[in-house]
């Protein structure tokens, strides 16, 4: 890439009524590094036209399908630099493999895949091709889950003995799939989402952010999905009992029945000098309260955090960073190993950004978690 550019940016998915599609443009073009070109937005070449549209892309570039987008972007002189996956997850592996294969680097929605198979599939081809590989756990973005993640990696809060992360939404309490809402349409639908309902969508969020904060890994657990609403075709409510690897133990609650609740992801650490209490509906102060000390707020921006949190800060104190930026942060990352790939292959990714690694494990959580279930009893992880 000329140094003078920004990298250029094929999506696949995204169009007419999609959440995340839009959501990736914005983040992926937040600080200047990227831009969207083109794009196979929808199944209907209608619809993929009309959100090239509204994206303001080349007219000729807003494809009927992402093998077609593929082909056709290999041999321009602009070619894209890498894919974007914000389809539903049943096109998630078909489309990553495709773009690797292709020579395309590739930054996927979570989760990775349908399934844990699949995923095992997908780890092989991204060490085949070795090609840039990222998934976009949106929440490792903030910059004071970074600092959370300095605290328990640093030693700071001493030996980790208890975590407890929960993620509670409402918005599946009545069953608007069968209405027409898109959103929830897929994701209820086993063919679209694969097996795992609330357990994949956000309770696969609540296991990395454990992870990713404590640097902790899950050693085996004991889950209860539920399907609460009738007639819907997979579960919208969990709760899992883990065991660490350091022998400490933690428990992850999942809802997306949870009535008035909005996003409500939240992270509790425990160790044996000091504890960590976020909230991503306040994301911009993290809780840490000491066994002998005053208890402290840290604020976002603020000079006294580590240089993690510090580096994926934009803006001055007092000025709330949220979502978007958050996302932003894991496409400056995922920029910076495009950076990288110039001089070194396989790309490396920074280590604070979510990749191959995350999205084995996350497949592996849901896969444990639905046997865990159906079994009644611990399963090894």
């Given at each position: ?48 036209r ?5 994206f303001?892309?080349d ?8 093998n077609?987008?593929?082909a ?6 602009d070619?894209?630099d ?10 998630h592996?078909p ?27 997908l780890e ?36 980790i003995?208890?975590?407890a ?7 599946l309490s ?10 929830a ?15 994949g ?28 609403v009738?007639?819907r ?9 883990l ?7 933690g ?17 509790r ?26 208890e402290e707020?840290r604020?976002?921006?603020?000079g006294?955090l580590?240089a ?17 930026e ?28 979510p ?10 959580f ?9 079994r ?6």
């Amino acid at each position: 890439m000329a140094e003078n550019r920004k990298w250029r940016m094929g999506m696949v998915g995204g169009g007419p009524g999609a959440f995340i599609g839009p959501v990736h443009k914005m983040a992926a073009e937040l600080d200047g590094r990227m831009e969207l070109v083109a794009g196979a937005f929808s199944q209907s070449s209608e619809k993929s036209r009309l959100a090239g549209q509204a994206f303001r892309i080349d007219p000729a570039r807003a494809y009927a399908n992402y093998n077609e987008m593929i082909a056709a972007e290999r041999i321009r002189k602009d070619a894209i630099d890498f894919v974007v996956i914000a389809t539903p997850n049943n096109m998630h592996l078909p489309v990553a493999k495709a773009a690797l294969e292709a020579g395309f680097p590739v930054m996927s929605d979570k989760r990775a895949t349908m399934n844990y198979s699949e995923a095992e599939e997908l780890e092989k081809i991204v060490a085949k091709c070795g090609l840039a590989y990222g998934l976009t756990h949106t929440y490792a973005g903030y910059a004071l889950v970074r600092e959370a993640r300095h605290l328990c990696r640093s030693d700071q809060l001493g030996t980790i003995r208890k975590i407890a992360v929960e993620y509670l939404q409402g918005w599946l309490s009545q069953p608007i799939e069968t209405t027409g809402q898109k959103q929830a349409a897929w994701r209820s639908d086993p063919k679209f989402n694969g097996p795992g309902g609330c357990i994949g969508d956000i309770g696969v969020h609540a296991f990395h952010l454990l992870e990713y904060v404590t640097g902790l890994r899950v050693t085996s657990l004991n889950a209860v999905l539920r399907t609460v609403v009738p007639g819907r075709r997979l579960d919208d409510d969990c709760s899992a009992m883990l065991r660490l690897d350091n022998g400490a133990e933690g428990m992850l609650m999942a809802s997306q029945i949870a009535t008035g609740e909005g996003n409500g992801l939240r992270l509790r650490v425990y160790g044996e000098h000091g504890s960590i209490d976020w909230k991503q509906e306040d994301p911009n102060r993290l809780r840490v309260k000491w066994a002998d000390r005053p208890e402290e707020i840290r604020h976002a921006a603020a000079g006294y955090l580590g240089a993690d949190a510090r580096a994926v800060t934009r803006l001055p104190g007092g000025h709330p960073e949220g979502y978007i930026e958050a996302f932003a942060v894991l496409y400056r990352e995922f920029a910076d190993a495009l950076d990288a790939s110039r001089n070194s292959k396989p790309s490396p990714l920074p280590p604070t950004l979510p990749g191959i690694e995350a999205a084995v494990r996350g497949m592996r959580f849901i896969d444990r978690g639905i046997e865990s279930s159906r079994r009644k009893n611990w399963l090894d992880f």
